[in-house]
């Protein structure tokens, strides 16, 4: 995970790109660290995700998981690493923005929906890879989908897993631009920086408001 903060704008860089940015134990820690530093630091005035490389983010290292096992227990991992940290992205008093590079799958998807406004390249998409595998979707997406993209989108991502390109994923409604690929860190760099110019309080309060 690359972090760096300049012009008000902390830009948190998922960094695995041969590997898609796929999230690894170490990644949660680091990425817990950085929301810590977004919230303490008054240098902080907005946050802006992102990933290296071709993909945003495919979700979970299904390496680390032996799927196999009909004893797997991942509840433990998402209480304590998956779920706070979407909380704290969306209960965080300052402006959250999204630049979905390429792919978004399973988690990757849900976390970068947990983003208070989200860009991406026309040629990204989301998958809510979840029942390839066998679960539910998590990370926030049972709750968001249905509320961004009605329930019959939802219900057809959730149960089908297939491809949303992001130019649907705009008209569903689900992110809230999407952009030319060669645009979006331009464009998503001068949105994270306006929400940085723009007033901080009331902007927590406006998420607070409206979440
Ligand atoms: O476990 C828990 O704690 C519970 C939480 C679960 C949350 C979840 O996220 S579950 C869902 C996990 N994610 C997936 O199921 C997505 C798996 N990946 C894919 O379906 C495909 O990679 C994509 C559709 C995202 C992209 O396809 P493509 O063809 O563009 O790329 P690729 O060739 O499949 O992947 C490139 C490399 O990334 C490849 O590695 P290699 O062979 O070049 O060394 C591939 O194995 C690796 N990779 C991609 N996704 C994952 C991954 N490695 C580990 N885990 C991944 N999730």
Redesign the pocket.
């Known amino acids: 995970v690359l972090v760096s903060t300049a012009d008000g704008v902390m830009t948190i860089t998922l960094n695995r790109p ?3 940015n ?2 690894v134990a170490a990644m949660h820690g680091l990425l817990r660290e950085a929301l810590t530093r977004a919230e303490e630091d008054a240098a902080v005035r907005a946050v802006l995700l992102t990933g290296a490389g ?2 945003f983010c ?8 032996d799927m196999n096992d009909p004893n797997l227990d ?1 509840g433990g ?2 209480e304590a690493n ?1 779920n706070p940290f979407i909380r704290r992205l969306r209960s965080l008093p300052k402006p959250v923005a999204c630049a979905v590079n390429g ?1 978004a ?4 998807a849900n976390l970068a929906l947990a983003a208070d406004l989200v860009l991406a390249a026309r040629s990204a998409s989301f ?1 809510q ?2 029942s ?2 066998a ?1 539910v979707p ?2 926030g997406g049972t709750y968001w989908l249905p509320r961004l993209a009605g329930l019959q989108r939802a219900m057809g991502m959730a149960l089908l897993a297939g ?1 949303v390109p992001a130019e649907d994923a705009e008209r569903w409604g689900l992110i809230w631009k999407c952009v030319d690929d060669d645009k979006l860190m331009d464009e998503a760099s001068a949105l994270a920086r306006t929400l940085a110019a723009g007033p901080t309080h009331t902007y927590g309060m406006i998420k607070k408001a409206l979440y």
Request: hydrophobic content about 50%; glycine content about 16%; proline content about 0%.
């Open positions: 041969e590997k898609l796929a999230f071709r993909g495919a979700g979970q290292d299904l390496a680390e998981r991942l991992g998402l998956y792919v799958a399973g988690a990757g998958i890879a979840f390839r595998i679960l998590d990370c491809r």
